[in-house]
């Protein structure tokens, strides 16, 4: 994977629009690639550091987003699926997929029982694709302290091992 092509995602505003980072310079994300590699080699079944996969366009080999599990910023017990694609790639059901793939796997092979996963209301995209992959809304986010107010007011869902990840 070269750090440039997740820069050619991660630069693009509207990808990150509700998300707590900012675009990205190229030198950031070759760190966030070195910091990735080193959580992988810490990650166990019971602990997950941080667990980010990339995304790509088969035709081409072109990473095109990501999609990963790690621990909620305000919660850091639980773990949270987290995702992000190329707009030229939107409404096309890759974000779906990749997820969808990414919780079967965990269900089966790592032996988490729950992941959860928390949406600002107003991103409708993602708001779809977690009730698509069959997590169930369970509380909108309140009183976090300020290194956390990103999350505030946002809406938090789960999914465990005993249901279906979107079918």
Request: glycine residues 8%; negative net charge.
């Amino acid at each position: 994977l070269g750090p440039e092509q997740l820069h050619a995602v991660v630069s693009q505003p509207r990808v990150l629009e509700f998300l707590p980072e900012d675009v990205m310079f190229l030198e950031e994300v070759r760190g966030i690639i070195e910091w990735l590699q080193r959580c992988y080699r810490q990650n166990t079944p019971k602990k997950i550091v941080k667990w980010t996969l990339a995304v790509t366009w088969v035709e081409t080999s072109r990473v095109i987003g990501w999609c990963g599990l790690g621990p909620l910023d305000f919660s850091p017990e639980e773990t949270e699926l987290f995702c992000g694609l190329d707009e030229l790639y939107w409404g096309r059901g890759i974000a779906l997929e990749a997820c969808r793939s990414l919780l079967g796997y965990t269900f089966a092979n790592v032996g988490l029982t729950r992941v959860v996963a928390v949406v600002d209301p107003a991103n409708q995209r993602s708001r779809r694709l977690i009730e698509k992959l069959g997590m169930q809304l369970e509380k909108q986010v309140k009183g976090l302290p300020e290194e956390h107010s990103h999350y505030e007011n946002c809406l938090y869902y789960s999914i465990s091992s005993r249901q279906d990840a979107g079918d």
